[in-house]
């Protein structure tokens, strides 16, 4: 199919599923993902995941991230730094732990293989949360902050747990080498970070703006979110913690308000959608019958796992039962790090191809899941505020 007939059968059918998802007072999100469910190989087979649908996904959530670093408050996200440590923690113990158990004793893994089934279970995603905290005006909220906080927080925990896993069952010091490199780089990554964003990122923006050409705040603004993106992924990190950093960066600069006006319409109109279309694009239900008790399973525990342990990592700092409760729902979604994970535990031969793609699985499920939870937990928030 001609990648254009893609991209206009993406946009219309996005934007019908976000409509009828809101009449039924479902998140938007919800209609959008769904649409990638039931025209990918899942239902009817009409879209297909491809190198054009992976670019443009690919696109989408670092613009989504990147807006979200733009409508940001670094302010409220230092101020709960604590309780967002506390929540990551917590939010990788006890789904980790839980999964570890499960497949240990339940199903009968090694103990080698059911450390790494846990730790792919550890990793969150906040992109889809991220879209539903804006839509319900929550993103700067005590809650938003924690999560977003906590997120950051999830990836580094994850890359050290991944190490220490290599270390003890990998067969050879190369790997072990490239873990300890790997965390080198990455606290270089946070170093680079804060530097450009307090002296650079002001400075850049303001020649720009002094340029004859047209747009040059909106060219400048994605420049850096596509060069932070870039800065993340050569020191291994995710491309979309690089464009959240870019983003709120630039919330600290008086161009702020200007820009969010000017990248938010590029992104929900043509990337963004495509991004959460090609999220249902991997579902396939082909062979899924003779490990369905198993995704079944680990799905509860991927759920759960993160609910409880997040939820009780905010009550901790104060936030009442519902509020820790939407803390909980906005790390349930798995995302970049979990497949890192998987395919460091399938190349090491600790799973095999079915195992493999039952944690694929698991994975976009509760990224499918993680929307109505969030929003179910603060329209119950709100109906106790009233």
Known sequence: ??????????????????????????????????????????VLNLLVPNTFTNYFAELGVIVLMFIAGLEGDLGSLLRYWKPSLTVAILGVIIPTGSAFLLCYYGFDFSAKTAMFLGLILSATSVSISVQVLREMHRLNSPEGSMILGAAVADDIICVILLGICVSLFGTNTGSQQSISLMLGLMFLFFILTLILGK???????????????????TTAALVLCFGFALLAVTLGMSDVLGAYFAGLAISETKFKERLALKIEPIGYAVFIPVFFVSIGLNISFKGMGQ?????????????????IGCSLGARCFGLSFTNANIVGAGMVSRGEMALVVANVALNAHLID??????????????????????????????????
């Open 199 to 217: 002296w650079f990122v002001p400075k850049f923006l303001a020649l720009f703006s002094h340029l004859n050409a047209s747009e040059n705040d």
């Open 291 to 307: 490990d369905l008790f198993f995704i079944i399973s680990l799905i509860v525990i991927a759920i759960l796992g993160k609910q």
């Open 1 to 42: 199919m001609p990648y254009l007939l893609q991209l206009v059968i993406i946009l219309l059918l996005t934007k019908l599923g976000a409509h009828l998802s809101n009449m039924l007072k479902f998140p938007s999100v919800i209609g959008e993902l769904l649409v990638g469910v039931l025209a990918g190989p899942a």
């Open 353 to 386: 191809q079915n195992h493999y793609t039952a944690m694929i699985m698991v994975t976009v499920i509760t990224t499918l899941l993680a929307p109505l939870l969030l929003k179910c937990y603060i329209q119950k928030s709100k109906q106790l505020e009233a």
